[in-house]
C-alpha cells in the first residue's frame, strides 16, 4: 500500500525540519512553514508502525476547508495548499496551550466526571449529568502544550495566567476566538447532521504580534463528532453515541490489548484492516464536509508533494 510515512525534502531556503506525530514541518527562511500531513496514525501517545492510504490528504483537506470557512471571523496561519497533503503557512510563535472546548460531558471530562470531580480547569461542571449529556454552555478546558511526545495536561485558566505562559490580554483574545470557532463548528456540522461534541485549537503569533488560529482544525483527530439523529433518543436509552472520530482505532488496540503502555504489544495490522481504516476516514471526511472525496494520484507520493512544492517556490 503506498503510503507516505516520513519525508527527507530539502527545499530551497530551508532552515529547519520539526517532525511531530503525524505532521512533518518545514522551516523556510524563518518567515514560512510547510506543513506536510503524512499518513501515519497515532493512538495513545504512539505512533503506528504502517501508514494508513489517504489519511494525510483527508486530515490536511478538512483542515484548510475549516480554515477557509471560518477565516471571516478568526485569522489564521495559511497561505496555500499547493498539494493535496500540503498547507503552507506564516512561520508563528505557538502559545505553550491548546485550547480545549467542550459541549458535551464525553472523553477525558466524563472520566473525570465519572471518578466524582465536578471541576475540571478550574471550570465546574454541575451534577446530575450522565455520559454525552450536553452542558448548559460550553465550557473550556485548556491543556498544556506537551513536547516531546510527552502527555498534554490539564491546566486552569488562573495557573496559565499567574505562571505567565499567556497575558490575561491574550488569553481573552484566545477564549473569544475559542468559542467563535467551536460556534461556526457547530453549526458548520448541525447542517450535515452532525453534532461537533468537543474540540481543540491551538494559536500563534505571527512575527508582527497577530495571535492567529493555526495547526489542523475540526479534523477527526482533534474533534470528537456524533450523528445529530437519534442522538437524545440514545441518550434517554442510556445507549452509546454513534460517533464520528478516530475512536474506533482506540477501541481496537483496546480489544487487542494495547493501551500504549510500557510492555505492551501493538496488535498486528493486516492490510484488511489497514483498507478498513483508510475507508472509514473517507467516510468521515464525506460526512464532515459534506462532499466526496476524490483520490489524489499516490503513484508515488513523494515525487508528487515535491514537484508541487518547488513549482508553488518557483511562482
Known amino acids: 500500500m503506498n503510503t ?47 501508514g494508513i492510504p489517504y489519511k494525510g490528504q483527508i486530515l490536511n483537506q478538512i483542515a484548510t476547508k475549516f480554515m477557509e470557512l471560518t477565516s471571516d471571523i478568526v485569522p489564521n496561519w495559511l497561505l496555500a495548499t499547493p498539494d493535496p497533503n500540503v498547507a503552507i503557512g506564516y512561520l508563528c510563535e505557538p ?70 505562559i499567556v497575558t490575561e490580554e491574550e488569553y481573552l483574545v484566545l477564549e473569544k476566538y475559542t468559542r467563535d470557532l467551536y ?31 493555526i495547526d489542523e482544525i475540526h479534523t477527526p483527530d482533534s474533534s470528537r463528532y456524533f450523528y445529530l439523529e437519534g442522538y437524545q433518543e440514545r441518550q434517554d436509552k442510556n445507549e452509546e453515541q454513534k460517533q464520528l472520530s478516530k475512536e474506533f482505532v482506540r477501541r481496537w ?20 484492516y489497514i483498507e478498513n481504516v483508510s475507508e472509514r476516514y473517507i467516510e468521515l471526511y464525506e460526512n464532515i464536509l459534506g462532499e466526496k472525496f476524490i483520490k489524489a494520484d499516490i503513484v508515488n507520493i513523494h515525487e508528487r508533494i515535491e514537484k508541487n512544492l518547488n513549482d508553488y517556490f518557483k511562482r
Open 4 to 50: 507516505i510515512t516520513t519525508t527527507n525534502f530539502n527545499f530551497p531556503n530551508q532552515k529547519s525540519v520539526y517532525r511531530g506525530k503525524v505532521r512533518e514541518v518545514y522551516s523556510i527562511n524563518d518567515e514560512l512553514l510547510v506543513m506536510i500531513a503524512t499518513d501515519r496514525l497515532s493512538a495513545f501517545d504512539v505512533v503506528l508502525p504502517k
Open 95 to 164: 502559545f505553550k496551550v491548546e485550547m480545549v472546548i467542550r459541549g458535551y460531558l464525553s472523553g477525558h471530562a466524563a472520566r473525570e466526571y465519572a471518578m466524582g470531580k465536578r471541576i475540571i480547569c478550574g471550570v465546574s461542571m454541575p451534577d446530575g449529568l450522565k455520559e454525552n449529556d450536553k452542558f448548559p454552555s460550553p465550557i473550556i478546558t485548556p491543556t498544556t502544550k506537551a513536547d516531546n511526545g510527552s502527555h498534554d495536561e490539564d491546566i486552569a485558566r488562573e495557573t496559565i495566567l499567574s505562571n505567565g
Open 183 to 213: 460556534q461556526r463548528g457547530t453549526e458548520i456540522a448541525a447542517s450535515r447532521g452532525l453534532i461537533l461534541v468537543d474540540t481543540k485549537y491551538e494559536f500563534g503569533k505571527t512575527k508582527e504580534g497577530k495571535i492567529v488560529l
Open 253 to 272: 488496540l483496546i480489544e487487542n490489548g494495547f493501551q500504549g503502555k510500557e510492555g505492551q504489544q501493538i496488535p498486528n495490522m493486516t492490510d484488511e
